[in-house]
T-cell receptor, first 115, second 114 residues
Framework: GAGVSQSPRYKVAKRGQDVALRCDPI?????LFWYQQALGQGPEFLTYFQNEAQLDKSGLPSDRFFAERPEGSVSTLKIQRTQQEDSAVYLC?????????????FGPGTRLTVT | AQSVSQHNHHVILSEAASLELGCNYSYGGTVNLFWYVQYPGQHLQLLLK??????LVKGIKGFEAEFIKSKFSFNLRKPSVQWSDTAEYFC????????????FGSGTRLLVRP
């Protein structure tokens, strides 16, 4: 079946621009996660949704980062007034487990480059 | 803060050599443990996981890992690597507490020479 998809796959933004990154999880998956992966590092947790409820946003690095999942399926990660340090790969993962445990299925990521 | 350490950032092996990648975590409570792999040009995928029970877990493609609670370790092993095992390997820990996040190590790039 279809896996997690993300769009766009690549995004170049000028410093100060706003960007929106989309994640389509596996159909029926309750849990959705966003991660940020800087070059040469492992993914770092940003936020977690259980259906449409954002239960954990402790990893969002600043108030310029905002995520939503209004209907409990597709999610959007928005970054306002992008900065060079925002350049990274943004990964989305989904899971059928409603408690956040269990296997997470990852998408291909969106590579954001801020110039 | 809780963290996951992967000791080797780059490993180069010849085919048929044995592999062991180290992973240590810092957390005194209950954890779930994972190894993820990212092959060139592909996305992260699960290699194996430990939740409870037998501390020696077997995953796909002949990989296994051993959870040693006293050492806070979850090392990945394969007796004989293949060229197709060339990839980046990430250890990850899920704390069984009120948080939801996976904590990843910084990864180990494995290159297997034919």
């Amino acid at each position: 079946g279809a896996g997690v998809s993300q769009s766009p796959r690549y995004k170049v933004a000028k410093r100060g621009q706003d960007v929106a990154l989309r994640c389509d999880p596996i159909s029926g998956h309750v849990s959705l996660f966003w991660y940020q992966q800087a070059l040469g590092q492992g993914p770092e947790f940003l936020t977690y949704f259980q259906n449409e409820a954002q239960l954990d946003k402790s990893g969002l690095p600043s108030d310029r980062f905002f995520a939503e999942r209004p209907e409990g399926s597709v999610s959007t990660l928005k970054i306002q007034r992008t900065q060079q340090e925002d350049s990274a790969v943004y990964l989305c993962a989904s899971s059928s487990n409603p408690t956040g445990l269990g296997e997470q299925y990852f998408g291909p990521g969106t590579r954001l480059t801020v110039t | 803060a809780q963290s996951v350490s992967q000791h080797n950032h780059h490993v180069i092996l010849s085919e048929a050599a044995s592999l062991e990648l180290g992973c240590n975590y810092s957390y005194g409570g209950t954890v779930n443990l994972f190894w993820y792999v990212q092959y060139p040009g592909q996305h992260l995928q699960l290699l194996l996981k430990y939740f409870s029970g037998d501390p020696l877990v077997k995953g796909i493609k002949g990989f296994e890992a051993e959870f040693i609670k006293s050492k806070f370790s979850f090392n990945l092993r394969k007796p004989s690597v293949q060229w197709s095992d060339t990839a980046e390997y990430f250890c990850a820990v899920k704390l069984i507490d009120s948080s939801y996040k996976l904590i990843f190590g910084s990864g180990t790039r494995l290159l297997v020479r034919p």
